[in-house]
């Protein structure tokens, strides 16, 4: 088949092209960036016969429609939502077979806050630094180019392919619902807060706040004393670092955020935690449980291990 196009009508609030991500310029001033939901991206691909980093649509919130000119296979992931082909529902995690002319839409989010559309064949965009993840320079620009989705927009479509149909195990989909407790261990400056005000930041809930966004989650609460920690030199942050501001109050820094801080680090999400954190809407409670670094290696193990035995079973 000859490459085609999805052409979208509704991209919602925030939508773009992701994918793995870019590796290696974080010394740069460059953030490693990619889909947020690793595994609900990688899930997609898997499920239409992609390359697992091959760019997929990342969609932020309800509110999301595009029509395709050619026949091919889809599949959609992540937050749990409405989703129906031609104005009828479809099931998540699993393939889809389209045809030219058929229209897709989510609807609204039942949980969870970042939904993905795999297309098989992957999506034709252009590349900044090795990937074609969405990166906004400033205001007004945004690298590579193409990889800002809005309404009235098109993306061409590397070739629109079949695969032999896939279905993700139940067991394998993440429960959304529930899924507030972050695991962290210790940040560089763990051992600079009080005893005090470690059981505040860990015995407290935390409201996720509407000015959070793909650089980070802003937290409201309680907020923590701080008049007692020294100021420090701006440092290296990196994904899921959780900095404690000058008001008290927690930022966990998300897949866009900066390269470098000069508020106390507190801990650092575990990674597999991160899916988690991609899935917290606005308005969300989250509350953090400490662990310590052995732990947090057997999470990421065990759950890597548990992905590629779903991948192998299908």
């Known amino acids: 088949m000859s490459p085609c196009k999805v052409h979208i009508s509704n991209a919602g609030v925030y939508t773009t092209v992701q994918d793995d991500g870019r590796k290696n310029f974080l010394h740069m001033g460059v953030p490693c960036g990619?889909?947020?939901?690793?595994?609900?991206?990688?899930?997609?691909n898997w499920?239409?016969?992609?390359?697992?980093?091959?760019?997929?649509?990342?969609?932020t919130g309800p509110g999301f429609s595009c029509r395709f000119d050619a026949s091919g296979m889809i599949a959609v992931t992540g937050a749990k939502g409405l989703w129906k082909l031609n104005n009828q529902?479809?099931?998540?995690?699993?393939?889809?077979?389209?045809?030219?002319?058929?229209?897709?839409?989510?609807?609204?989010?039942?949980?969870?806050y970042r939904s993905y559309l795999s297309i098989g064949g992957g999506l034709e965009v252009s590349n900044w630094l090795g990937s074609a993840s969405a990166f906004r320079i400033h205001q007004s620009k945004v690298?590579?180019?193409?990889?800002?989705?809005q309404s009235n927009f098109s993306v061409r479509i590397r070739q629109l392919r079949r695969y032999k149909k896939k279905v993700f195990s139940k067991e394998g989909i993440p429960i959304l619902a529930n899924q507030n407790l972050i695991r962290v261990t210790s940040g560089p400056e763990f051992d600079q807060f009080s005893d005090d005000q470690l059981a505040s930041f860990f015995q407290k809930e935390y409201k996720?706040?509407?000015?959070?966004?793909?650089?980070?989650?802003?937290?409201?609460?309680?907020?923590?004393?701080?008049?007692?920690?020294?100021?420090?030199?701006?440092?290296?942050?990196?994904?899921?670092?959780i900095q404690i501001n000058n008001l008290g109050l927690?930022?966990?820094?998300?897949?866009?955020?900066?390269?470098?801080g000069g508020y106390p680090r507190i801990g650092v999400?575990?990674?597999?935690?991160?899916?988690?954190?991609a899935q917290l809407a606005p308005g969300k409670v989250v509350q953090f449980k400490w662990i310590d670094l052995e732990n947090a290696r057997h999470i990421n193990d065990y759950q890597e291990h548990r992905l590629r035995y779903f991948f192998d079973q299908g």
């Open 269 to 277: 999400v575990v990674k597999s935690d991160m899916n988690r954190v």
């Open 208 to 241: 996720v706040s509407m000015t959070s966004n793909r650089m980070g989650l802003r937290l409201e609460g309680i907020p923590m004393n701080m008049t007692k920690m020294k100021e420090m030199i701006s440092s290296g942050i990196c994904l899921g670092t």
């Open 34 to 44: 990619g889909a947020f939901d690793k595994t609900a991206f990688q899930v997609g």
């Open 47 to 59: 499920l239409v016969g992609n390359p697992l980093n091959t760019p997929a649509i990342e969609i």
């Open 143 to 149: 690298l590579p180019e193409g990889s800002w989705l």
């Open 89 to 112: 529902p479809i099931p998540m995690y699993e393939s889809i077979e389209i045809e030219a002319a058929d229209e897709l839409s989510l609807g609204k989010l039942e949980v969870g």
């Open 250 to 260: 927690p930022m966990l820094l998300g897949v866009d955020a900066q390269t470098m």
